[in-house]
């Protein structure tokens, strides 16, 4: 097993193992994952997509590199299979683990009761506006360090978005267990990817600093990535509640 996994089939297997277990879990119908496939849609257009263009970019700069021996071969704008995969294994996942979590709202109400958290939106715009402004001051000090500088900058902008997108107590409730979570399935990817290394990074594009064998710039673009499609995913809406929205705006009319 261990023989196999050390080939080429590597990074397809992380992703297999990163999703299998979301992925079927998600088939239960007291989960209902699947009937929010608009929302997935929203997330892998609207978030997905712009970081897959930012991998071509950052792949083609030289930020990072993937090695030939731990991937099967074909590549599309320079970016192996499994690398664009991993915008929609990852990304389907966590949104798993953020349903479930919305789905047990009240447990969550209960828990954050008993430990006496109460989540003032006031202070937690601003915790995400002084947040910001530090990382836009840091991204503006490391301007040669272009994966610091670009990820520090769109981590501010995330930042931003969590202030201003108008995101009610619900969706922090969701949203700090669902981060925290999350972080450790972030932790065993990547410490994979980066120990073996299935992708190597550029000590010239970036801080040097890791912890483990992580580059600290990667705590960054997981938090975007991770909190932009968190973020996404709960404010579109479906087609069924839009439709149904429709319903019960539309006038009623007497029947004789």
Known sequence: MQELLLTNYLYLAINIFAVIIPFFLSLRKDVRFFNNWQKLLNVYTYVALP???????????????????????????????????????IPFSCLFIFQV?????????????????????????????????????????????????????????TLLVLAFARLDQRFFRVYIIYIVIVFFLFLTVNSVLTAIPVVSYSEIHTLGVRIGTIPVEDFFYNFSLLTSAAIVFYKTKSIKSVIKEIKSAAPKTDTL
Do not use: C, M, Q
């Open 51 to 89: 970081f897959i263009l930012w991998d071509v970019w950052a792949t083609g700069e030289g930020h990072w590199s993937f090695n030939p021996d731990y991937i099967v071969g074909p590549r599309i704008a320079g970016l192996p299979l499994e690398e664009i995969l991993f915008f929609f294994t």
């Open 101 to 157: 979590l919305n789905e047990r709202k009240n447990l969550l109400k209960n828990i954050f009761e008993k430990v006496a958290i109460k989540l003032n939106k006031t202070y937690l715009k601003l915790i995400s506006l002084l947040a910001a402004g530090i990382l836009i001051v840091s991204a503006l000090l490391t301007p040669t360090l272009s994966y610091t500088f670009v990820v520090l900058l769109t981590s501010a902008f």
